[in-house]
């Protein structure tokens, strides 16, 4: 991972993919039932550009958006957060993608999604209306799955974004298998092993790759997924477990997950990723990465929509040095980012 530190870059993380307008239910209950929605951005690529230029790195994000309120919206709401957008591309014949959501967890039968995306203005990137210099100026390039998923052009950028190539950035990859988006839901999973192996540092739940591959556990995904550097496997309350390698040989770090009073269960593995590579561009030590990704998912895991503030670096730096035990009695609720960071008023006893 230290190869990141060396390059030159006009950014520090830049995150392509498709953001778009998303409506928030006003209250629990069934799509059919929900009287109003507020609106809202989500975007798995963007809500981690957000995270990260809310953290104090240079963040950048790269998509397309129709010619349309919706997209006028998404940029001006991104960039409030300090995300540069300017290669944000205006589509004059495609929408600005929108979808609806309910307030249940998405891990229930409850939740549902509507999304409004097909024919949008995202799913026409391609390596011909992507230039190179754009997603290519930063340290970091994050991705995920789900931009794949979008269209055969999509899936033809990821190709190439992720093909071997000199002095090229260390490439992010989130998994993010959404079975729901592929139109031959059987050919996803293995364009998705594909681009990861590919990758330099990749994020997987342990539940999408049984979905995905049909492998279970931390060290049969790595047997899967070899190549890349720096592999992390979360496994929901669990915790996540760290394959890095140095010299050719793997470190295995399992972080146990915090305590947190939930209160939407939505947008934690983007404010994971974030937290991972905040730390990661500041060369902390594996353990740390994964306290600072499980922290940054705390902080959204305590608010309603996708995104929010996080605590300040020093607060979570001090959180994320705890010892084991110090680390185990912590329970964060919400509000907590704006504690003063003193250990005691985020602890239980």
Request: proline fraction near 6%; include cysteine.
């Amino acid at each position: 991972m230290s190869g990141i530190a060396a390059r030159t870059a006009t950014a520090d993380v830049v995150c392509l993919g498709e953001s778009m307008v998303t409506f928030l239910p006003s209250r629990p209950g069934r799509l059919a039932d929900v009287p109003s929605f507020g609106r809202g951005i989500g975007g798995a690529e963007s809500n981690v550009a957000c995270a990260l230029a809310a953290a104090g790195h240079r963040a950048a994000w790269v998509g397309r958006v129709g010619a349309d309120g919706f997209g006028d919206h998404l940029i001006e709401a991104i960039a409030g957060y300090g995300v540069d957008t300017s290669a944000v591309r205006r589509d004059p014949g495609r929408p600005t993608g929108i979808y609806f959501r309910t307030a249940a967890d998405r891990a229930t039968d409850t939740h549902e999604v509507a999304y409004y995306r097909s024919g949008s203005a995202a799913s026409a990137m391609s390596p011909h209306n992507i230039p190179h210099e754009d997603v290519l100026a930063g340290r970091v390039l994050h991705l995920s799955g789900i931009t794949a998923a979008l269209s055969a052009d999509c899936l033809a950028l990821l190709d190439d974004l992720t093909a071997p190539r000199e002095n090229r950035p260390l490439i992010s990859f989130d998994v993010n298998h959404r079975p729901g988006l592929w139109r031959d839901g059987a050919t996803g999973p293995e364009v998705l092993l594909g681009l990861a192996r590919r990758s330099d540092l990749v994020f997987v739940g342990e539940d999408e790759a049984e979905e995905a591959w049909g492998i279970h556990g931390a060290h049969a995904i790595r047997t899967a997924l070899p190549e890349p550097d720096v592999l992390v496997v979360k496994r929901g309350p669990d915790g996540v477990t760290v394959f890095s390698r140095e010299a050719g040989r793997d470190t295995v770090t399992d972080v146990p997950s915090l305590r947190v009073d939930v209160v939407a269960a939505v947008g934690a593995g983007d404010a994971f990723a974030a937290g991972f590579l905040s730390a990661t561009l500041r060369e902390l030590p594996v353990r740390d990465r994964a306290r600072h990704g499980h922290l940054m998912a705390a902080a959204v895991l305590t608010v309603p929509g996708d995104l929010t503030g996080p605590p300040s670096r020093a607060h979570a730096d001090r959180l994320a040095a705890l010892d084991d035990e110090a680390w185990g009695t912590l329970r964060l609720g919400p509000g907590w980012t704006a504690a003063a960071g003193a250990n005691e008023e985020v602890r239980v006893t």
